[in-house]
């Protein structure tokens, strides 16, 4: 008998318990978790100054982003279809159109995104954007 008990012995001996290694495991993944969504993963940027020349007027179009949302062009406020259909008009009577936006200072930049690709819908690839002039 005596030599059974010491058999079990030797073969509790040769098994690893596991327990506290996932318990480690466990804790490093819940302290990842709670501080993962608290980086902050920005990086500083200045806006580049502008001191472009002016546009002739002959060949542009302005598109704005009104402070409440509304797309503007001549005066008439439009959807993002109805605005690409007018532009579709404009750039067939001037193949060399380019369409200038001015979009307001408090609108997401989806926004703007979205007249952009109402633009490029009509048909037209000379797209700026207006910027404030620095006085």
Do not use: C, H, W
């Not at 008439?76 to 936006?101: C, F, G, M, Y």
């Amino acid at each position: 008998m005596p030599s059974r008990g010491k058999r079990s012995q030797l073969e509790m001996v040769n098994q690893i318990n596991m327990t506290p290694m996932v318990d480690l495991v466990l804790v490093l993944l819940i302290i990842f978790m709670i501080t993962a969504p608290l980086l902050e993963y920005s990086i500083d940027v200045s806006p580049p100054k502008m001191n472009a020349d002016k546009i002739p007027e002959d060949n542009t179009k302005v598109v704005s982003l009104n402070k409440k949302g509304q797309i503007v062009f001549n005066k008439e406020t439009l959807s993002p279809k109805a605005l690409a259909e007018k532009l579709d008009v404009q750039k067939r009577l001037n193949p060399k159109l380019t369409v200038l936006i001015r979009a307001d200072g408090t609108r997401q930049y989806n926004e703007v995104m979205e007249v952009m690709k109402a633009v490029r819908n009509a048909g037209i690839m000379t797209v700026s954007l207006v910027t404030e002039s620095e006085k």
